[in-house]
């Protein structure tokens, strides 16, 4: 148990689909983040928010669009989505510089 | 611009075979130094956080070092289970966000029993 919990922890959606990633953090931290894990890559820092405003905004396609209705919940909506957007997705966490807390994450696979 | 290399990719030892694994960092004004530790299919596991050369930690068989320039984690009679992905990351003094993390793309370490 981390305290970072994402739903679902697998999700396999077409193209055409609209599907939404959730992730609730029971830390009462300030900052929540969602990261891009792709294989042999780096992590990708996607979107960041402070005190439920958006902070970071990584360049990242406008079919993923965040969502921060408070300090402990965060969505990713996704819509239309390409094949090269299946990755691991991560969800995090953080209060001050003692580094950010991890969900599990979601796996997601476009066909 | 600001870079983490993290080496080898990958390490496999034997067990209570002693190793390092080294993490690179070019970075405007460190603030910190993270290691995490990445199970298959997990989340990353927070391990610890550096924040000035010459700060070490340790925990269990783990022990992270930091010089201006990298940053060493030292395991210690590794065991089958300390098997992993072993990521660093830093985060410098730029932008407002604290979690404005860089990550290199970690060691893997196999440990055979």
Not at chain 1, 36 to 44: D, I, N, R, V
Not at chain 1, 68 to 74: A, E, G, I, R, T
Not at chain 1, 84 to 96: F, I, K, R, T, W
Not at chain 2, 66 to 93: M, R, W
Request: net charge neutral; with cysteine.
């Amino acid at each position: 148990e981390t305290g970072v919990t994402q739903t679902p922890r697998h999700l396999v959606m077409g193209m055409t689909n609209k599907k939404s990633l959730k992730c609730e953090q029971h830390l009462g931290h300030n900052a929540m983040y969602w990261y891009k894990q792709s294989a042999k890559k780096p992590l990708e820092l996607m979107f960041v928010y402070n005190f439920k405003e958006q902070t970071e905004n990584n360049s990242v396609p406008s079919r993923f669009s965040p969502e921060c209705p408070n300090s402990s919940h965060l969505f990713l909506h996704l819509h239309t989505l390409q094949p090269e957007d299946s990755a691991l997705y991560l969800c995090a966490s953080s209060q001050g510089l003692v580094g950010a807390f991890f969900g599990q994450g979601t796996r997601l696979t476009v066909v | 611009e600001d870079q983490v290399t993290q080496s080898p990719e990958a390490l496999r030892l034997q067990e209570g075979e002693s190793s390092s694994l080294n993490c690179s960092y070019t970075v405007s004004g460190l603030r910190g130094l993270f290691w995490y530790r990445q199970d298959p299919g997990k989340g990353p596991e927070f391990l610890f956080t550096l924040y000035s050369a010459g700060e070490e930690k340790e925990k269990e068989r783990l022990k992270a070092t930091l010089t201006k320039k990298e940053s060493f984690l030292h395991i210690t009679a590794p065991k089958p289970e300390d098997s992993a992905t072993y990521l660093c990351a830093v985060q410098g003094n730029y932008g407002g966000s604290q979690g404005n993390l860089i990550f290199g793309k970690g060691t893997k370490l196999s440990v055979k029993p």
